[in-house]
């Protein structure tokens, strides 16, 4: 008598995986990636129409509304702005000498928050090589550090990475830069562009950073007894205070447009009283990087960067959703589908729903994310992150229990690319959830107009979709939840 449930729903997971096939794979990809979208930009009318059609699938499946309201939806705010050149300076003062540099012509805004009021203080000059430890001194804190940077010489490689630290906690970052004239009007004119940065970011920025060229600043610094060459000749790290030099920020920015852009938001049931409570979230960003001017196609359509993804979410949600209530897969744990957009801008959406999740976010025990999964080799695909946790060995016994499905587990090929910090999974791990993060790798057609659907093998995408499937029921019907067995760096 007991065997009756388990035969039935075997057959009906048997169903489930034969209804993720490579023809439906390449509709989905099709209709996503399909010149009405645009390119997804974030924000975009485009993106807006590949979110209504997500939408509608999640309606027709009868998926439970997860996001805000009661709706699929969470939308986070967007500005689009400039430098207002109006107001923004820097400052310098020594003696009796004072100087005022402009935003357009002696200097540029390079990052970090504009602070609402002016800030200002004596300098500390940060010379010699920019280590760890030099730009993590806690004594740093507070202050206006001024960082003479040799742009004659190649630049150490994480040179962006130590300003970041710096600015982490000082009160602003000054680069004095001796940049070629060429290389000047370049940057000067770039940083002077329109901005689009999401609003609820503005409140975890590190400090102004500013480059200040020399010419600008060189009759205060002579009046302060500093010499450019010579700060930027030292071979030791130091840090010293100069009272007699001040410098003063004011910066401030024009608001061209405020928008919005969705995160998109679906749950599936558990069966188990004790365990719907939980969730395995599977998740697949929305967003490409729109149109582009020039010679050619000028939408970049997207179909591998990540209509190949969200293509695999729906296919999934159906998988487990579609067909009889009585003919569908169990699974004891809930299923939470995410789609983010803004991840082509630097993981914005996955931020926003891990800051602010519309479940709880301790209730989400694994983030199974896909990003470009239809390209490259056929039998095989990356997946980013088992040796941190308990999932890998889940992987592991999935693959090996399904040999039909002809699909390996490869370790990251390029880790020198960082790609385990460069899709939405990552705001899932460093908030605590498990994860793995299953992606074919780039190919010549990443983030070119020649990222088209012909050219992806739905048949391949939609074995990696199946080995999911069994993936999520598996780590969704474990009495345990997945553990971290490794520290995140």
């Not at 504009?114 to 920019?130: D, F, H, I, R, Y």
């Not at 790290?237 to 009272?243: G, K, N, Q, T």
């Not at 928008?259 to 365990?275: C, E, F, I, K």
Request: aromatic share 6%; proline share 7%; glycine share 8%.
């Amino acid at each position: 008598m007991c065997a009756a449930p388990a035969r039935a729903q075997g057959l009906a997971e048997g169903a489930a995986v034969e209804s993720i096939g490579s023809a439906d794979m390449a509709t989905r990809v099709g209709i996503l990636s399909d010149d009405s979208m645009m390119g997804r930009d974030t924000p975009s009318e485009g993106l807006e129409r590949a979110a209504t059609y997500v939408i509608g699938e999640f309606r027709r499946l009868g998926l439970r509304p997860a996001g805000e309201d009661g709706t699929y939806l969470q939308r986070f705010g967007v500005t689009r702005w400039t430098v207002d050149t109006a107001i923004s300076r820097i400052r310098l003062h020594a003696g009796a000498k004072d100087v005022a540099v402009d935003l357009v012509h002696g200097a540029r805004f390079v990052g970090g928050r504009m602070p609402e009021t002016p800030v200002s203080g004596a300098a500390v000059v940060l010379t010699g090589p920019l280590t760890p430890r030099a730009v993590g001194n806690s004594w740093l804190r507070g202050r206006v550090v001024l960082v003479p940077v040799d742009y004659s010489r190649p630049l150490a490689s994480d040179l962006g990475e130590r300003l970041d630290q710096l600015a982490a906690h000082a009160a602003a970052v000054v680069i004095l830069s001796n940049r070629d004239s060429a290389t000047r009007a370049q940057r000067l004119a770039a940083s002077l562009e329109p901005r689009l940065t999401p609003d609820f970011r503005d409140d975890s920025l590190g400090a102004p950073v500013v480059e200040l060229f020399d010419d600008r600043a060189a009759p205060v610094l002579a009046a302060a007894g500093l010499d450019p060459a010579r700060l930027r000749a030292a071979d030791r790290s130091e840090a010293r205070e100069r009272p007699h030099l001040r410098i003063e920020l004011t910066l401030a920015r024009r608001v061209l447009h405020r928008g919005d852009a969705p995160n998109l938001v679906a749950a599936l049931d558990g069966s188990d009283p004790q365990l719907a409570g939980e969730y395995v979230a599977i998740s697949a960003h929305l967003d490409h990087i729109g149109m582009r001017a020039g010679p050619g196609d000028s939408i970049y359509n997207g179909a591998d960067d990540n209509a190949s993804g969200v293509a695999g979410l729906l296919e999934l949600a159906e998988a487990f959703a579609g067909g009889e209530p009585d003919a569908r897969p169990e699974h004891r744990r809930s299923l939470l589908f995410v789609v983010p957009s803004g991840e082509e801008k630097g993981l914005w959406g996955s931020d926003y729903f891990t800051r602010y999740p519309t479940v709880p976010l301790d209730r989400i025990v694994a983030d199974l994310n896909m990003d470009l999964i239809g390209r490259n080799w056929s039998d095989s695909i990356i997946v980013v992150g088992p040796e941190l946790s308990t999932l890998g060995a889940t992987l592991t016994a999935t693959v090996a229990a399904h040999p039909e499905l002809r699909m390996t587990p490869l370790a990251d090929r390029w880790p020198e690319e960082r790609i385990f910090y460069r899709s939405d999974h990552y705001n899932f791990a460093r908030r605590g959830v498990p994860v793995l993060f299953f992606t074919s790798g780039t190919h010549p057609d990443y983030h070119q107009p020649s990222d088209t659907g012909d050219r992806l093998d739905t048949e391949k995408a939609a074995r990696v979709v199946r080995l999911l499937f069994h993936l999520t029921r598996t780590i969704a019907d474990d009495s345990a939840p997945p553990r971290w067995t490794s520290r995140l760096e």
